[in-house]
């Protein structure tokens, strides 16, 4: 299939067409309504690559391939998009077996170390008296454990989120490093793949475990990617531009899944 | 003796005497959705103190209301904010930025691990996810145990026990058989754990309605059904209404200006509007006013 590669298009899209690589045909997606990345790029992949998916989606399963157009939804309590379901998840099932409600998951932080370790408690250095706390790990722990494979996606690359260690680790990673950084813990080899933020993708180099840039996006240098992280990363001799969105995936994200142009603000 | 079936229907005021000072109780829904919103108002006209509330898996601004009413004393949830509306809760992030409140740290698999403990009467429900993490450090109930099969670390998950579960479902009918619209959340998990559940619901139905549908029998046996319409307001009830956004809006302004800049001014005159001088929920929802309830329908 000929790929035409498309101009015109924001950060926020490029990302959501690279979430959209990662999803394959046939497995569970749980689709968040918060970030809204990482939900297009999922329904992307649905709608022009997996037909099969099946979408956890607002507390429901579903296969969307026949939706024109994606009605918008803020909220994975807003029960409108519930007349798509074909099941309902009882949410405290999810414990009973976490792989039944997705194989792949996408999770956020307010910092994250140079092995993917990741914080959503809050920053401090006292537990009882943070300077600033955060949501919480929500079902992020137990999620990132049992699912295939994890993505950390951010949506900003700054040395606050980025840093040599985390005050507090809510999601492990890939420990302290080294090729069996995760099985000294007695934990499977599924720690995080990708890296993703509004200037680079980065990945985990296969011997240390530590963050190595795998590519910018438009408009940004590889030194602004080291100004920007705080604790150094790994910069392979070349490092190529993040590839852009193709015309039609860019098409189908803004008619059918983008509608309100969230991506492009 | 009489042979009459007991109708189980208590009011609002009833509901919340139940609740005393130091209790653990439960608050359901899930995050913007489906809070037993007139209970919960009822509990801080009472002024209860030292609660440990045990919230949803994933909490919202019912319980940030009820913190910052000064009713908590320490929460068990995985998450504590409103989605879009706003990332931390704000009287949730002020308290505990203010070493005012204690959070039982949990991701929401600990979360019904610790409920599954209390309803089968465990001590621990075993899990793996977590190894590695802070969470046995942030949350010294939580232990580190070598399993006795393989030997590789787990967690042991201590039981938390509701001594009383309050939910809101859409209907239910005299006796105790609740049906909600949609999928209940996670109030299954709360209902089991708990030693009584009141369930806070927009209908009663006939005892004939339930037994159309059984299976729509969402939990059973409970021992008190309150009736509130619009009572999950200013959050979404499944089949009912959407969350008043506004309303929403509104509450994080007042709450922010505390979290953020020490002013608790704006929380406290939303605290006197909407919760302590409407003495019920109907005078609550005079104060809210028919106009704004039934446009946030959900079509």
Redesign the interface.
């Known amino acids: 299939m000929a790929k035409t590669s498309a101009r015109d298009f924001t950060t926020k899209e490029l990302i959501a067409a690279f979430i959209a690589h990662q999803v394959r045909d046939g497995e569970r997606v749980a689709v968040g309504?918060?970030l809204h990345v990482p939900r297009a790029g999922i329904l992307l992949a649905h709608l022009l690559y997996c037909p099969n998916v099946r979408l956890y989606i607002v507390?429901?399963f579903t296969n969307l391939l026949k939706e024109p157009r994606m009605e918008p939804f803020?909220?994975?309590?807003?029960?409108?998009p519930?007349k798509w379901a074909e099941a309902?998840?009882?949410?405290?099932d999810?414990?009973e077996n976490?792989r039944l409600v997705s194989n792949m998951f996408v999770v956020g932080a307010l910092q994250i170390d140079p092995y993917g370790?990741s914080?959503l408690?809050?920053v401090g250095r006292d537990?009882?008296?943070?300077?600033?706390?955060?949501?919480?790990?929500?079902?992020?722990?137990?999620?990132?454990?049992?699912v295939d494979r994890y993505y950390l996606y951010v949506q900003s690359h700054d040395r606050r989120i980025f840093v040599e260690k985390c005050d507090?680790?809510?999601?492990?990673g890939w420990?302290e490093g080294g090729p069996d950084g995760?099985r000294r813990?007695?934990?499977p080899d599924n720690g995080p793949i990708y890296c993703i933020t509004p200037l680079c993708i980065m990945d985990f180099e296969p011997q240390t475990k530590r963050m190595r840039l795998k590519s910018v996006h438009p408009g940004v240098t590889v030194d602004d990617v080291v100004r920007n992280t705080g604790f150094e990363l790994i910069i392979p001799d070349a490092v190529p531009e993040t590839e852009p969105p193709t015309v039609e995936e860019l098409r189908v994200l803004r008619e059918r899944i983008d509608v309100e142009g969230m991506l492009r603000r | 003796m009489s042979l009459e079936r007991k109708s189980l229907i208590i009011d609002e005021r009833e509901a919340a005497s139940w609740i005393r000072d130091g209790m653990t109780i439960a608050i359901g829904g899930?995050?913007?959705?489906?809070h037993p919103m007139a209970i919960v108002r009822q509990i801080i006209r009472r002024g209860v103190r030292d609660l440990t509330v045990i919230g949803p898996?994933?909490g919202g601004l019912d319980l940030d209301l009820l913190i910052g009413a000064g009713c908590v004393r320490k929460l068990v949830?995985?998450?504590?904010?409103g989605?879009?509306y706003c990332?931390?809760?704000p009287m949730?992030?002020a308290a505990?930025?203010r070493?005012e409140l204690q959070?039982w740290?949990?991701?929401?698999?600990?979360y019904?691990?610790a409920?599954?403990a209390a309803a089968q009467r465990l001590p621990f429900t075993p899990?793996?996810?977590?190894?590695?993490?802070?969470?046995p450090?942030?949350n010294p109930d939580i232990k580190v145990f070598p399993d006795p099969i393989t030997g590789?670390?787990l967690l042991a998950i201590p039981a938390i026990k509701p001594q009383v579960a309050i939910l809101y479902a859409a209907h239910a009918d005299p006796y105790g058989n609740v049906q909600h619209?949609?999928?209940?959340?996670?109030?299954?998990?709360l209902w089991r754990a708990a030693d009584r559940t009141i369930v806070q619901v927009e209908r009663i139905i006939p005892n004939e309605e339930v037994r159309k549908n059984p299976l729509a029998t969402s939990l059973y046996g409970v021992d008190a059904i309150v009736r509130a319409p619009y009572g999950s307001h200013p959050f979404?009830a499944?089949?009912y209404y959407?969350?008043d956004a506004e309303h929403l809006r509104e509450y994080v302004a007042a709450a922010t200006a505390y979290a953020k800049q020490g002013d608790r001014g704006p929380f406290e005159a939303y605290l006197r509007k909407y919760v302590l001088e409407p003495e019920t929920h109907a005078d609550y929802l005079e104060v809210i006013g028919i106009r704004r309830l039934i446009s946030l329908h959900?079509y």
């Open positions: 309504a918060g507390m429901t803020y909220t994975v309590t807003d029960f409108r519930a309902y998840v009882l949410h405290d999810f414990q976490p370790n914080n408690i809050g537990y009882h008296r943070l300077s600033f706390r955060g949501p919480g790990a929500v079902g992020t722990t137990s999620m990132a454990h049992y507090f680790i809510s999601t492990v420990g995760r813990l007695g934990l | 899930f995050i913007n959705s489906s898996a994933s949830t995985a998450y504590m904010g989605e879009h990332p931390v809760a949730f992030r505990v930025e070493g959070v740290e949990c991701d929401e698999g600990m019904y691990c409920l599954r899990w793996k996810a977590g190894i590695g993490t802070s969470f450090e942030v590789e670390p619209i949609g999928t209940g959340f996670g109030d299954r998990a979404a499944p089949g959407i969350e959900e």
